[in-house]
């Protein structure tokens, strides 16, 4: 048991933690956002970061610090809380970027991870090797052994009480990732990140990123803190915390305002594309687009860093409270409509609802059905395999519609869950608020609820009464399922007043 990391709330998979940080002093709740400083250029200084930002953590390339002969020095004998003027918790990089991008880096894990030690990092990090995305199984298999003999030294270090990341490496292998995972979990390291999905993510490929996330998250304990690895744009923090990640690190802020690139929770624009700012940060409120496009490069630059920084917090505080009010998912399907690509993230979330419903609360406020991807919701998957498990016998009324004393029994019937009894109206999830015009994919999935149902009662008789299901959803009912079509006032009436 990790005693760095608890858990207060969960929803879906994503959760709200507090990871204790010993070495300095604090107590960082995630999902918790990581502005990347780079040593050399300091867009906005981290001083500014914690007392304007609220910034309790951020992170530094610890490799390019010990390479730098006018920083190292001074790293060495200030430490870095002191060098940034920043009293929070700072983690710090091995060098494994570089690798990545280089092919070749001139430290080892031994020494790297003395270095970060010996500056003052709270968290530091061994040289894995990051395996990009589609290589080759041979490859990604011997760069796995490498970063597992590199784990095994870290664990040798003597870091004092600087905690150690543990990377997830694996490409988009699932099965190698869950391994690393496992492996990884089994050291005494602290914190998980997962590596190498930053091609993945410039190349809009959500869905293999939650496929790769999903398997390393099968791999890890629920005490795991997991941090995805240069997942810096906002657009995506509801997807990656709903998987069950934990820490991001930003330096898109400052990589995208550099480019004269403006970040908004549903994409990216350019500059010079806007006619108006749709924020109302300090930056939007003293500015309009025209009157930033003309300032000088460094001014701009500034500008829209402080303006990507602000909607990337507002973002990532938008995401806790989503999850401490438990409703994560309608917030992950409001932020997929931003582009097809996070539809297709949030559909492969979907397919790992099995994973996400072990870790889903029994109860909370609200299941809105937003869309045909609710359909697929933990929830809905729950209460279906409970229809496996409910006893009821004679002639039952399964019914949109209003109560029929003709039968044994009455059920409720509510696309997308199916059939419940009248008892279980007030229960999570079943007070869900859905929409008149039920989608084609929630009456399927109400149908598959009535099979279950059904598969569990053999010996009883049922009918389905049902309010202008599509053919798709009635072939889906099992034979010997009676089927009534409703229609008229006061079918209509009766299902209204849902009683
Ligand atoms: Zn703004």
Redesign the pocket.
């Known amino acids: 048991m990790r005693d760095t990391f608890e858990v207060r709330a969960f929803d879906a998979g994503g959760r709200i933690g507090e990871l204790r940080v010993p070495r300095a002093g604090v107590t960082v709740e995630t999902p918790a956002l990581l502005p990347v400083i780079n040593p050399h250029i300091r867009t906005i200084p981290p001083a500014d970061l914690e007392r304007e930002f609220g910034a309790e953590i951020l992170i530094t390339n610890g490799y390019s610090l010990h390479g730098s002969d006018d920083l190292r020095e001074a790293a060495l004998s200030r430490g870095l809380h002191d060098l940034y003027d920043f009293s929070g918790a700072i983690m710090t990089d091995s060098g494994s970027f570089q690798l990545a991008e280089y092919g070749d880096i001139d430290v080892d894990t031994r020494e790297i991870l003395e270095f970060q030690r010996d500056v003052g990092s709270d968290i530091g990090t061994p040289v894995d090797v990051p395996t990009p995305p589609d290589a080759d199984r041979d490859r990604a298999e011997a760069d796995l052994a490498t970063t597992r003999e590199r784990l095994a030294v870290a664990e040798e270090v003597d870091v004092g009480e600087m905690l150690v990341n543990a990377p997830v490496q694996g490409s988009t292998y699932p099965d190698l990732r869950e391994r690393a995972a496992r492996e990884a979990y089994a050291t005494d390291l602290d914190v998980f990140p997962v590596g190498a999905v930053v091609p993945l993510l410039n190349a809009y490929r959500y869905d293999d990123t939650v496929d790769v996330v999903a398997a390393a998250k099968r791999g890890l304990g629920a005490d795991a803190p997991v941090h995805l690895f240069g997942a810096g744009h906002p657009m995506m923090f509801a997807l990656a915390v709903a998987m069950g990640c934990d820490l991001f690190d930003s330096a898109a802020y400052a990589l995208y305002a550099r480019d004269d690139r403006y970040l908004t929770v549903r994409g990216t624009e350019h500059l010079e594309d806007l006619a108006y700012?749709p924020?109302?940060?300090?930056?939007?409120?003293d500015y309009d687009p025209g009157e930033v496009a003309a300032c000088d490069d460094e001014t701009r630059e500034r500008l829209l860093a402080?303006?990507n920084l602000?909607?990337t917090f507002e973002e990532m505080a938008r995401v806790k409270q989503a999850v401490r009010r438990g409703n994560l998912l309608e917030l992950v399907d409001a932020r997929a409509r931003g582009h097809p690509a996070m539809v297709d993230g949030y559909r492969t979330l979907l397919d790992h609802a099995q994973d996400l419903e072990r870790s889903d609360p029994v109860g909370k406020d609200a299941f809105f059905a937003v869309s045909a991807e609710s359909a697929r919701r933990p929830e809905v998957l729950r209460h279906q395999e409970r229809l496996e498990r409910l006893d009821v016998a004679g002639e039952v009324l399964l019914s949109e519609g209003q109560k029929n004393d003709a039968y044994d029994a009455t059920w409720r019937l509510v696309p997308p869950f199916g059939p419940f009894p009248r008892a279980l109206s007030e229960t999570y999830p079943l007070t869900a608020e859905v929409p008149e015009r039920r989608s084609r994919a929630a009456c399927e999935a109400a149908a598959d609820g009535v099979a279950a149902l059904a598969g569990a009662n053999p010996d009883a008789a049922f009918t389905v009464a049902h309010w202008e299901w599509p053919a798709s959803a009635l072939a889906r009912l099992p034979d010997g399922v009676t089927v009534r079509a409703l229609g008229g006032g006061n079918d209509r009436a009766a299902d209204a007043d849902g009683s």
């Open positions: 700012f924020c109302s940060c300090p930056v939007c409120a402080r303006h602000r909607v």
